[in-house]
């Protein structure tokens, strides 16, 4: 008896969720043939709407550019948080649209500026290079390497990598500029070049940090024409003898790895002292790259859509406005 009860339920609620379903589908259904008579009534108008829209959409499509500049720069002389702050407060004058500001540091015109920003370009490989190549010899170990590793044994790597007391150490930087048409050099990128090497502070610690490479450039020419004249005396003599600083025991391997350790310091003092000639020092840049995005070219699609959606919005509104103030007079004229 109650295996039967049971079955009987359970045919029951199938055949209630099948009433259900099949009532879904009729609504769908009757919404959709309602969607084609509100069309054929109103045909003229969501044909007008439907060109209206396309046309504007195409007419925004043609006027509506975005333009991306990059530029690589290398902030010296411990200049990269002044160059993020700099970056920072000229993009909050974009934003702000005070034009003043951005015409009088030199930018011809600051109503074609959208946005300024500016990021690392990861390079771990040269931040935990052996940039002081004596002190390893005599250490065995990269003291910044080993800084590098403490932190990311005790973190996420990516993290440390991204965060910006590690990425305002990487030698280069990339600055992005998005403006609303194509520009030129002489417009905006170097104006801000120009503003941006013009503290007065950092141009001091500009001429002493060139003073100190080239006497740093001086004393390894002197430091290599030395290991020159003990390879030359000890080819000519046997002997380690020297009148130079080095142990007795350094053999001529060591003094052949010292003075290659030596020439690549003098050829990076070298490209020290070309980065030294600015500031900030631009070392690449690329002008006018189209920006594309999703609606890039769509918006002859989007706008009618979207004009017809606020058609179909209106009307519908409108309907049941009307259906409600027929219902409340129908029930003003039954209780009168």
């Known amino acids: 008896m109650a295996k039967q009860t049971e079955s009987t339920n359970h045919e029951v609620d199938l055949d209630a ?6 009532g879904f589908f009729s609504r769908i259904n009757d919404l959709f043939f309602d969607g084609i008579l509100f069309i054929k009534k109103y045909i003229i ?3 007008a709407i439907g060109l209206v829209g396309a046309g504007y959409g195409y007419y925004v499509d043609k006027q509506t550019k975005v333009f991306e500049h990059n530029i690589i720069v290398t902030p010296n002389f411990g200049s990269v948080d002044y160059l993020y702050e700099q ?22 015109y600051p109503e074609k500026l ?3 920003t500016i990021e690392p370009i990861p390079d771990v490989y040269n931040y935990i290079s052996e940039e002081t190549a004596l002190v390893h010899l005599i250490q065995k170990e990269n003291v910044r390497f080993l800084l590098f590793r403490q932190i990311a044994d005790k973190r996420d790597m990516t993290e440390v990598l991204e965060e910006y007391a590690t990425a305002k150490n990487y030698k280069n930087h990339l600055i992005t500029i998005v403006t609303s048409s194509e520009i030129d050099k002489e417009e905006a990128i170097k104006p801000l070049l120009d503003f941006f090497n013009s503290s007065a502070y950092f141009k001091q610690v500009q001429q002493e940090s060139i003073k100190s490479l080239e006497v740093k450039i001086a004393e390894t020419d002197s430091m290599v024409k030395q290991a020159d004249l003990v390879l030359s005396r000890m080819s000519h003599t046997g002997t380690t003898a020297s009148t130079v600083l080095l142990n007795e025991k350094t053999g001529l391997n060591e003094i052949l790895i010292i003075k290659d350790q030596l ?3 003098q050829a990076n003092n070298k490209i020290k002292k070309i980065d030294y000639g600015s500031i900030v020092k631009e070392t690449a840049t690329m002008l006018n790259l189209r920006k594309f995005t999703f609606f890039t070219g769509k918006m002859k699609f989007i706008y009618p859509f979207v004009l017809l959606l606020v058609f179909f919005a209106v009307m519908s509104f409108r309907k049941y406005y009307i259906s409600q103030m027929n219902k ?9």
């Not at 969720?17 to 099949?22: D, G, L």
């Open 328 to 336: 409340r007079k129908a029930i003003l004229q039954e209780n009168a």
């Open 17 to 22: 969720v099948s009433k259900k379903v099949k």
């Open 263 to 265: 020439i690549r310091q």
């Open 87 to 108: 970056v920072n407060n000229i993009n909050a004058k974009i934003i702000q649209g005070d034009a003043d500001y951005l015409a009088k540091i030199g930018i011809k």
């Open 45 to 47: 108008a969501v044909i």
């Open 114 to 116: 959208g946005k300024i």
